[in-house]
């Protein structure tokens, strides 16, 4: 379901009965309250938190908020049948949480007056929406289909406006994707030159890689793996993942421990056997830090596994231990020393 869309209906009094009743309890979900709070972070998190809001009169704002709820009224329903009596408690509940949505589109409305916000999107064809993330920062993104998207630090998706009817995303770092089924609008992601194509399915895509390749884990479902430019495919099952070379277009796949390579969409950070080398962008990118390598680590590997709630100096002390180095860390700059 368009969960958007069907709000937008209801208050435009195009549902029937049966369909509002529907709206209602899914509103009295948890399902919902995910939902709405993940859309009201969204907002706040884009359109205000990089802002200074001390001397904000929010006069105004509260003056706006009250006219609205004072303006609340049922909206007319589509004659095919009676409204049931069960709908007005349950529109008492929607209506306080749709205008918690309200506040946030009010708040940010009001603060566009005395500040210009950064383009989101723009117009060079179809109107275009970008999500992106510094480092040290991830986030969940509750696309209009219903689809889900966790993007990784220094990442950023973009698609289309329209995107229920057309399901492409440009993806550069590394992306989740939980995609909602919809046969006739395939979804797909376009990664530094490979189109990966879904129905409804899970998967991983990362173009962290100092190798310059393209790596896509596939979780749950079916792929198809296409080169953008080139004829070279090859399909996906569940526990496998595909490797593209970027230099000689190299199209390959192998099995892989899944829970390995998505630990990050759940705060956990896993090395494996992994060379030194390249901890330190995974490092930089998790902390949003920089760091400065003296010596040569001599190939030296580590495995570890670490939560999110570890500081970077836990993190590095315990590396530091089994890989034999020195470590000065002073805000956002780390220096590494090896003897």
Do not use: C
């Not at 003056?63 to 009596?85: F, M, R, T, V």
Request: proline letters at 4%; charged letters at 25%.
């Amino acid at each position: 379901m368009d969960h958007k869309k069907r709000i937008d209906d209801f208050f435009a009094g195009k549902l029937t009965s049966e369909q509002a009743q529907e709206l209602l309890d899914w509103l009295d979900s948890s399902e919902a309250e995910e939902f709405l709070s993940a859309e009201i972070l969204q907002v706040w998190s884009e359109k205000i938190r990089s802002h200074q809001t001390e001397n904000w009169d929010s006069k105004p704002l509260w003056e706006k908020i009250n006219q609205a709820k004072d303006g609340y009224s049922k909206p007319h329903l589509l004659q095919d049948s009676k409204p049931s009596k069960k709908l007005f408690p349950h529109w008492l509940k929607a209506a306080v949480v749709l205008l918690v949505l309200g506040v946030s589109a009010l708040f940010y409305f009001e603060l566009n007056k005395s500040v210009e916000l950064p383009p989101e999107i723009s117009f060079a064809g179809p109107k275009m929406i970008v999500r992106e993330n510094p480092a040290g920062q991830k986030t969940r993104i509750n696309l209009p289909d219903g689809s889900t998207v966790y993007l990784n630090s220094e990442s950023k998706i973009t698609y289309a406006e329209d995107f229920l009817t057309n399901r492409q995303i440009e993806l550069e770092g590394e992306g989740f994707f939980k995609v909602a089924r919809d046969e006739e609008h395939p979804f797909t992601v376009e990664a530094k030159g490979i189109l990966t194509t879904a129905l409804g399915t899970s998967f991983n895509i990362s173009t962290f890689n100092q190798e310059e390749k393209v790596a896509v884990t596939l979780v749950t479902g079916k792929v198809r793996l296409n080169q953008k430019s080139g004829n070279k495919s090859l399909d996906l099952n569940p526990g496998e993942e595909s490797l593209l070379s970027l230099r000689d277009g190299e199209l390959s796949k192998y099995p892989v421990e899944v829970s390995d390579r998505i630990s990050w969409t759940e705060g956990v950070l896993r090395f494996a056997e992994t060379p030194f080398e390249e901890m330190i962008p995974i490092l930089e990118r998790w902390y949003g830090v920089k760091i400065q390598v003296i010596g040569n680590p001599e190939q030296l590997k580590a495995t570890g596994t670490f939560d999110s709630n570890e500081s970077l100096r836990n993190v590095l002390h315990v590396l530091s231990a089994s890989m034999d180095f020195e470590y000065e860390l002073n805000n956002k700059e780390v220096v590494v020393k090896f003897n």
